[in-house]
């Protein structure tokens, strides 16, 4: 493949272009190059608008040219939507007329055939050898409304203005590109870009990131995603927005369970693809969403609200039922309804019935005379209040509904805390709606919508706190990785975890009884003793493990089982009886509570490191967190925080705390050992990791892993 | 307090009267009673209204009268909102003049202060003294837009027109009911009949529910409750509702964290009040919702496809994107997607490209010639398909988009199964949402909503396929109560227990170490040896258990050890050592899994039973499940396979199955206690009870109970 040229334009550019050529330009607003060039005319695109028709000498007052050849001037980018058999010699065509980028919707390829695919790639080679970029093809183009840029043939531009917002969208779809930006428009939300990808043949979502995170026109970036075309540039793009002060907002769809139906462990089995990607989010401070009206709703909450405030939560309601709904399911999603302190009580007292004067505060109990202006007062309180963070309305039918409503819009709105308003009623609410878009005011005509965003904006901001702290390789490590083994037996894979400084529970391997029995004395009982296959996964489910042996004749008696039980096991499976290693002898380890550690490959993410609470419930309550390797020891000890039984670490009902440093800090040795050691890592897996009580360590008492083979 | 008179109406009669008196009737809309006049002659109330105003000789054509008094003829149903002050005489005078009920919408009682609590019992007084029933105080009234009757003052009745629709509304709430009456009909969904209840002082929810289950004309009933006068009425009429084949779908807010704050065992403190509600519900057959739109959404659906079917999902979208989210997330939900039979996809392929032709269907990937009417053949096609139980459809911006809409729609509502549809964008989906509507298509502008009504309505069909099994009481109980002990001592428990059956550790209590060693000696060692006081809850906290003793000697010192450590916690407590009654030598138990097993009694919904998995990990992760007691051999395995820990139970890793049946036997016992006892035992809790492998029975290792003192 030969060198890529030089890019003729920036992204800047691309989305700033100073001219664009139409192929197929006409006034037929039925098809695709007649709606373009009605809507760059209609928003008022103030450069240089070149039609491309051969069958017409003007378009809409614009000259129009036969072929991009003969366009003259300079042009920055060229919409098409010619057909599939033509397309690839029209931008053909404008790589050699110099044009900067060309804009593809055509469509019919890689998503379409074989031969679309092939077709793709030779757009691919076309940016390649000429330093032309292209976006697309199957894709929507893209809207900048500040510049009054619309390179999109959706009737969803039909729209009256075009709203500038601080949202820079990126979509992988394009249709959910033009209803996302129409929805925004009925709400009033406008973005700073709005871009669709389709098969991102040379420019990807990356790109048009990064552009966006350098924006200074853009506050928070929504993306669509089905695939990364380059996961490691995402998550270094997800690490910089953070730093420059932008959330990120994802929705993703299209999960590959793929590798997960052929999982022999418990962390290939436990970690689906979707499960990584959510914690490699989580640990970039990144949004995950799974609902595009939302997704733009939130945008404009954090575009507002972007200082992080505290997590009380103070709500206003028309009647006592809304107050009370809105009361249970915030306790439900687990937020805090805030604390009003004494003098925002006695304020409200002044006008509301005692029971009503307190949060959340219910509108309908108020105190005679029921003047209209008492809902401007009681929202002017509320929102004073210290410990309120966040303002909730939920709003339900109520005497005087539109002024009223209006009152409490204006006072939430002058408090410049975030405010969501939620309405119930249907078409008797339109004049109380009126009145809270006239106050800037966010609202919602769902209750659902307004719960699942508040609860993103909120976790945003938990997250936004959550510390990025670098992963610090622990002076204990040699500065370089351990070689890997040439295979994944037990002894190799337990050499390089001790080369890790993973505390191992002490072990002989005996060929035969005899030696057990001298391994039993050197390391005193009692002891467990465990056969030992080359291809034995589940050792306990063969009867190959026993435990708590006391002395000699048990465990004499116990290697002659083991030896029986494994036999049984080879020649039901019709293997050689070769395979037993023999038997290893391991002192009895026990603790308070046993862990699963795991480290587990993605295709796409790299390694990953898992926690769970150990035994038998881990696979049935999936008790298990997840997060990308290396990682901090901080972060390590908020992964196994995270885990349900984690109380059980701190010691409940009269145990005593375990050491929860020392399985932070196997979990940070792991994490180093899943990133030095590459892809030949598929997974590995201690199982259990035995918590002693705070201050005697853990001990591995068991673990397996899959090397591919080879070097 | 004199016994009730007879009602002078029934509920039917009430919702349906042939005369109305309207208590401070005017024409000046800014005034309740203006406003009640208004929207009966508007909406064309039939019957004969009779304004009472002393101040006008007529009302909107309508003859005044000054008093009750005056008024000629019978009159069925007065409704009022006259000053607090001067209700009670007005309702007096009501009742002295034969009228057959009063809807009070006046406020200031019950909820706001003592006095007005006493207002409100004067109230409740003459309705039961002379048989004329109330509605409210602080209520809305009512609507019966089959009868064109509306006794409301609420503007939302501004409306154009009634929509009389299949569903019957009660709610505690009258800003709740007028708003989501409004709502609904901005969805083009119309009700049987709304009522409010206000205060209830003396027509309560359960008469409206049941009418509303003998009512021809209502087929789904919808409760807003934020507590219960009567909750036996309301176990009774749900029983009825599910009888009468009317889904009963109830928003409950208000819980009552009462009484689990004192809790002291598991079982007290795991049954939160509204657990136990929904447990009850869930019994009957009644759908639990939190929203109120979705709540009229769900009864709208059942009230139309009232017919249970499969549980497979088609899903159509326009483009690729919607379709990936609508599939990731009805998967999420735990729906199923159809698997569509190879007719269905070689239809679909005729027109779509391969990856599109299958469910989720993509309505973007079209094969050429693009047609617009190939959405209406996808439609067909996935409509038709046997797994195809209910449409799903996701709407983003497409070409054609309101042609294909309507086409869409038309053939979905042809194929006769139920239809769910959502549209993201916002104003550019104005004309196919006037398309839809036209097809009676039922849509929503947040998938949000569409996807948790959904959610709803399979629940609802795996709801109706639950079986009502009468709970039989076994024959090897004794037909009548085992009276109850007059202490919760161990002893006196455990002889409970016994009577019922429930089969107990064999145990002997013995009060020194000599007779605790004949003990072990004739139920033979290993042992383990209790220590029992009178008010020690948690046995294991003090150092009171020992476990595997295998021998006399470990037996005394284990004596002593438990003597030593149940002195201390008594001299902590500085009370008298007097309460240490021995120790208990037990039987040594062991088996493959531990669960718990408690009884709680309701205020509200009396006795239920708790079962969750043993161990400490019950409190961190709450695998506990709850059923009104008593229950039936079938509702207690149902209720042991709803734990998350379900699989141990079956045998999982190689693990022998467990005798579930002896699980759900002694469940469906403790359940009959719990029915037979009455309102003296607060809680009772077995824990652990050992489960051994299939067969092979379950014992009660141990167990507590709090009762009430006096017989």
Not at 46 to 53: H, K, S
Not at 105 to 118: C, L, N, Q, R, V
Not at 142 to 170: M, Q, Y
Request: proline share 7%; with cysteine; aromatic share 4%.
């Amino acid at each position: 493949m030969t060198e890529r040229a030089p890019a003729r334009l920036s992204i800047r550019q691309i989305l700033h272009p100073r001219s664009v050529a139409v192929f197929g330009a006409s006034d037929n607003a039925d098809k695709f190059g007649g709606r373009i060039m009605r809507f760059l005319t209609r928003h008022g695109f103030p450069g240089r608008i070149v039609p491309i028709n051969p069958r017409r000498s003007e378009v809409l007052g614009h000259r129009a040219y036969a072929t991009i050849a003969e366009a003259p001037g300079e042009v920055d980018v060229a919409i098409l939507a010619v057909p599939p058999g033509q397309l690839v010699g029209a931008v053909a065509d404008c790589a050699a007329a110099g044009i900067g980028c060309c804009v593809v919707m055509t469509t019919g390829f890689a998503e379409a055939s074989e031969e679309g695919a092939a077709r793709q790639d030779e757009l691919a080679a076309i940016a390649r050898r000429s330093g032309m970029r292209i976006v697309g093809p199957n894709c929507m183009g893209f809207l900048n409304p500040a510049w009054k840029l619309t390179l999109c043939s959706s009737v969803v531009l039909e729209a009256e203005r075009l709203l500038v917002g601080e949202i820079g969208l990126v979509s992988q779809s394009g249709a959910l590109m033009v209803s996302m930006f129409d929805r925004a428009y009925g709400d009033g939300i406008g973005f700073s870009a709005c871009v669709s990808l389709g098969n991102q043949s040379d420019l990807e979502l990356c790109d048009f990131l990064e552009y966006f995170i350098e924006d200074p026109a853009t506050r928070v970036v929504c993306l669509y995603v089905e695939g990364f075309v380059d996961p490691a540039r995402f998550v270094r793009a997800a690490a910089a927005c953070r730093a420059a002060g932008k959330p990120l907002i994802v929705l993703k769809t299209g999960r590959t369970p793929a590798g997960v139906k052929a999982a022999r462990s418990h962390t290939a089995s436990l970690a689906g693809a979707y499960d990584i990607f959510r914690a490699v989010c989580r640990e970039h401070g990144v949004l995950l969403v799974d609902d595009p009206a939302i997704m733009v709703r939130l945008a404009d909450l954090l575009a507002r609200w972007p200082e992080a405030g505290g997590d009380g939560i103070g709500v206003l309601s028309g009647s006592g039922g809304s107050a009370g709904i809105l009361a249970d399911r915030l306790s439900e999603a687990g937020l805090r309804l805030a604390t009003l302190a004494p003098t925002t009580r006695a304020r409200l007292s002044e006008i509301l019935l005692p029971p009503q004067a307190d949060n959340p505060i219910d509108l309908g109990g108020r105190r005679p005379p029921e003047s209209v202006e008492i809902a401007g007062t009681a929202m002017s309180a509320l929102a004073a209040d210290p410990d309120v963070a966040v303002i909730v309305m939920g709003l339900s039918s109520m005497p005087f509904f539109e002024n009223r409503t209006r009152l409490l819009a204006t006072a939430a709105m002058a408090s410049g805390k975030p405010v969501l308003c939620s309405l119930l009623p249907g078409p008797a609410a339109d004049r109380p709606r009126a009145a809270l878009r006239e106050a800037g005011c966010p609202f919602f005509d769902s209750t659902e919508e307004q719960l699942r965003t508040l609860g993103h904006f909120m976790a945003y901001r938990r997250l936004a706190a959550y510390g990025a702290e670098p992963a610090v390789r622990p002076a204990s490590l040699s500065p370089q990785p351990v070689p890997l083994p040439g295979g994944a037996g037990h002894r190799e894979i337990g050499t390089l975890l001790a080369a890790y400084g993973l505390p191992l529970a002490r072990e002989i391997l005996a060929k035969d009884s005899d030696e057990a029995v001298a391994a039993a004395s050197s390391i005193g009982y009692p002891v467990a003793l465990k056969g030992v296959t080359r291809d034995l996964v589940h050792k306990s489910d063969a009867g190959a493990v026993k435990l708590n042996l006391r002395d000699e004749a048990a465990l004499r008696a116990a290697w002659e089982e083991i030896m029986r039980a494994l036999a049984r096991s080879r020649s039901d499976a019709a293997q050689p009886a070769n395979g037993i290693e023999g038997c290893i002898v391991q002192e009895m380890v026990e603790g308070g509570a046993e862990l699963i550690l795991g480290i587990k490959r993605d295709p796409q993410f790299g390694p990953v490191v898992l926690v769970g609470s150990g035994g038998i419930l881990v696979e049935l309550l999936r008790d298990v967190e997840l997060a990308p390797a290396p990682l901090s020891h901080a972060a390590a000890l908020r992964l196994l925080r995270r885990l349900r039984s984690a109380p059980i670490l701190d010691g409940i009902r009269g145990q005593p705390p375990l050491d929860l440093n020392a399985a932070a800090d196997a979990v940070v040795r792991l994490g180093w050992l899943a990133a030095d050691l590459g892809a030949r890592l598929v997974d590995l897996e201690i199982n259990p990791l035995v918590l002693r009580r705070r201050g005697r360590g853990a001990v591995a008492v068991d673990f397996r892993a899959t090397l591919l083979p080879g070097g």
